[in-house]
């Protein structure tokens, strides 16, 4: 398998739930990325991770919590998620994730998460 | 704040040239890239630019004016296939991408 997956690609869950969202890069990249995205919004960086190190946080809740193994696989564990967190979750790899212009983000299907 | 804008909506027809802009107010620039989103999947690199000018790839096309904080996208011969978003997408000083909302393109037969 090639490129960056993502597993589920469809999620329902209620806001009592816990589910874990899986992603998964085959193309030998060091940096990995959790983006939310919401119909005509920008993406929204959630995460990053360098050499299975986060880098990022942007202010996330805390009902979202990140896991890197490895520099080949990230999780996103979900836990008492409201209604609004409805909404495309991506995740994507980079060579480098470091100060390189050209350093460019290869993204998986995302999974479509509904929040009732 | 840091802000990217481009149309929300176009239209255009199969077999045509369209021209999506991009324009940009960020705290530093390290580059401009283009990706492509077709509805539910994920999104895929078209282009960069991190000179000004035009840099050609097949049909597509992406222009860069740094001094105006500006960009487009050039896709010629349009087809059927090239119905999707767009996303601009620019890294700034601290090497972080920021996003615009993406285009939708709509391309009528």
């Known amino acids: 398998e090639t490129g960056v997956t993502q597993t589920p690609r469809h999620l329902v869950m209620g806001m009592t739930n816990k589910k874990s969202l899986k992603c998964e890069q085959h193309?030998?990249?060091?940096?990995m990325y959790w983006y939310k995205q919401s119909a005509k919004k920008p993406l929204e960086l959630m995460f990053v991770?360098?050499?299975?190190?986060?880098?990022e946080n942007n202010s996330v809740p805390s009902r979202f919590s990140p896991e890197c193994p490895n520099s080949s696989h990230l999780f996103l564990h979900l836990h008492t998620l409201q209604p609004e967190d409805s909404a495309l979750y991506l995740c994507?790899?980079?060579?480098?994730?470091?100060?390189?212009?050209?350093?460019?983000?290869?993204f998986g299907p995302g999974t479509r998460l509904t929040v009732l | 704040g840091q802000n990217i804008d481009q149309p929300t909506e176009m239209t255009a027809t199969e077999g045509a040239i369209v021209q999506i802009n991009c324009t940009y107010q960020?705290?530093?620039?390290?580059?401009l890239f283009w990706y492509q989103q077709h509805a539910g999947e994920a999104p895929t690199f078209l282009s960069y630019?991190?000179l000004d000018g035009l840099e050609e790839k097949g049909r597509f096309s992406s222009f860069l004016s740094r001094s105006k904080g500006y960009s487009y996208l050039l896709l010629k011969e349009l087809q059927m296939k090239d119905s999707a978003s767009y996303l601009c997408?620019?890294?700034?000083?601290?090497?972080?991408?920021?996003w615009g909302a993406g285009t939708k393109l709509i391309i009528k037969p």
């Open positions: 994507a790899s980079s060579r480098t994730g470091l100060a390189d212009n050209t350093d460019t983000q290869y």
């Open positions: 193309l030998g990249h060091n940096a």
């Open positions: 991770y360098n050499f299975k190190e986060q880098t």
């Open positions: 960020t705290s530093g620039f390290n580059g």
């Open positions: 630019n991190v």
């Open positions: 997408a620019v890294k700034d000083s601290n090497y972080q991408l920021i």
